[in-house]
């Protein structure tokens, strides 16, 4: 997976759903997990870049992956493999989702991430069935996409509602610098299967590219990038580079200005995520507003649950919300005594 967003510095992609600097410093992945209390295999609800107010699914043991990317903000990896098995009992990880629900537990995606690479898990495809049977909340998969070269590996990928694979080099040499591959796999291959799952798949994929200074930033990396989006055909490009602490130092962010030159490379479908400081703060306003109607549009909420779910000061969502009101793009609603905020109820 992407360990730079997710918990790595992933991608959500969307500039809307980046986090506000007037907020709380968040986990913009998965990866960076929140763990809650008893839960061994689930963490968070935590509030994603990529995916919102996301309930993560961590199937391998801490860190195990396919590559051992220098950006990777999880550190090195300590067990690097292709080895398929099942590293966590599936019935467990299925139990605990279950009791998660089943207690009222909340969340706009349900996604597969964690420690490490899910697809290594052998009963993936299992249990996203098995989530899929439970609740109608949509099913996310952040991958690396190193093994979709296996069509069973795509098989079970695509019960997913959506699927994140991160692709990070054109270039053979630049795969094995920024990515560190295990010993058996290729460049040609995954791509192939990345182009194979496109069209396989009826879901959504959403691949995001993390852009390290002076390794893939140059001109034939980003030519040959481009041509390898144009034939992956995704649904939507994020772009991301080194903002959280990466596993080698020498792994650096590129600038918000940097970014945005090779966004225009790259094409109109692509977003920059990466959360930093001086790209978040003219857009504030703008994207405090998205998210929040991206979250009231599925759940009405309280003003304090929104504030928890966007990891925003009260302040500033009592007057997002109190603007909105008035206008008439959202309404208020009483319930028990409390007030609750919804989208789309009139319209
Ligand atoms: S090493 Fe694995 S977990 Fe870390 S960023 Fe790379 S693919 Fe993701």
Partial sequence: MNATTQKPISSQGRQSRRLQPSCKSQPDDLSSGVSSGENRYLFGPVHSRRLGFSLGIDVVPAKTCTFNCIFCQLGHTTHQTIERKEYVPAAEVTAELEKYLASGGRAEYLTFSGSGEPTLHSKLGEMIAQTKQMTKIPVAVLTCGALLYDPQVRRELALADVVLPSLSAALPATFQAINRPHGTLHL?????GLKSFRKEYRGQIWLEVV????LNDNPQEMALLHDAIAQIKPDEVHLNTVVRPPAESEAQALSATELRRMQAILGAKVEIIADLPEMAAPAMGHLVVHDLMHLLARHPATLEEIAESLNCKHEIIWLVLNSLTESGVIEVREHRGK?????????
């Fill in 211 to 214: 852009l390290v200074k002076g």
């Fill in 188 to 192: 040609d291959a995954i791509v192939n």
């Fill in 339 to 347: 007030k609750f905020y919804a989208a789309g109820l009139s319209h």
